[in-house]
């Protein structure tokens, strides 16, 4: 499988940002990707936020593509994030489900353009 390009965004108010790391590691040995890099940026302003379209702390986007779907009503800007797992919990990071479904989709696309 190719790597894919993969990003975690995060504010330093939220407390969230390692537990998503460590699960987002997780999710890449899980899919055999254990040795992509993941390139953490800190937005830290709003302007930031606002060029970036940042819903929240953490975020993962993988190829330039969230691993979650954003809510409607998701507001841009200086916060943590809070997820809806695939079983109904509220959490502060996404599902593991949707990290490693993200991975494999976008690893395939990368193979298929031969990227």
């Given amino acids: 499988m190719r790597t ?3 990003e975690l965004l995060w504010w330093a108010g939220c407390p969230s940002t390692d537990r998503a790391q460590a699960e987002l590691e997780q999710a890449l040995g ?3 990707l254990s040795n992509a890099r993941v390139r953490r940026t800190e937005i830290d302003t709003d302007d930031e ?21 954003p809510s409607p009503e ?17 959490s502060p990071t ?3 489900d949707d990290m490693r479904e ?5 690893a395939r696309a990368r193979e298929e353009d031969g990227r």
């Avoid at 998701?74 to 509220?90: A, E, M, Q």
């Avoid at 993200?102 to 976008?106: D, G, H, V």
């Fill in 4 to 6: 894919p390009d993969i």
């Fill in 74 to 90: 998701g507001d841009v800007g200086l916060s943590c994030r809070v997820y809806r797992r695939r079983d109904g919990r509220i």
């Fill in 49 to 69: 936020a606002s060029s970036r379209g940042f819903l929240g702390s953490p975020t993962i986007l993988v190829d330039g593509v969230d691993v979650a779907s």
């Fill in 94 to 96: 996404p599902d593991p």
């Fill in 102 to 106: 993200a991975l494999q989709r976008a």
């Fill in 30 to 32: 899980d899919v055999g």
